[in-house]
């Protein structure tokens, strides 16, 4: 019960952002050495100018982050902010609380 993300709501319900959009959209301002109000779930690599070495770091900083494990395939998907956010809700969603013995207990 602690984990409300497997709602499908990725986003939050209204106009704010889930927790764990807005430290996905902070890892990817400070990576890029941007101002986090100018990074949003609607912006595009090109935009923001992330080439492809950028995107490596950013999943490098978000798996340390979110103590999770980007899947070699999903990087090659990965084109906007937006691929970023839901993907790293979907890992976090199916992590385990605590680790597989706290589980369950």
Excluded: C
């Excluded at 939050?12 to 927790?19: M, Y």
């Excluded at 990817?28 to 950028?54: H, P």
């Amino acid at each position: 019960m602690a984990n409300d993300l497997t709602t499908g709501d990725l986003l939050a319900a209204g106009p704010e952002p889930s927790d764990v959009t807005r430290r996905v959209l902070r890892i990817i301002a400070d990576n890029q050495r941007k101002d986090v109000s100018l990074v949003t779930t609607e912006s595009t690599f090109e935009e923001l100018g992330i080439d492809s070495m950028d995107a490596v770091n950013i999943v490098f900083a978000l798996e340390n982050e979110f103590n999770i494990n980007v899947p070699d395939e999903e990087m090659k998907n990965i084109r906007s902010v937006r691929d970023i956010v839901e993907g790293v809700h979907k890992l976090v969603a199916g992590k385990p609380p605590d680790g597989p013995e706290k589980a369950a207990a």
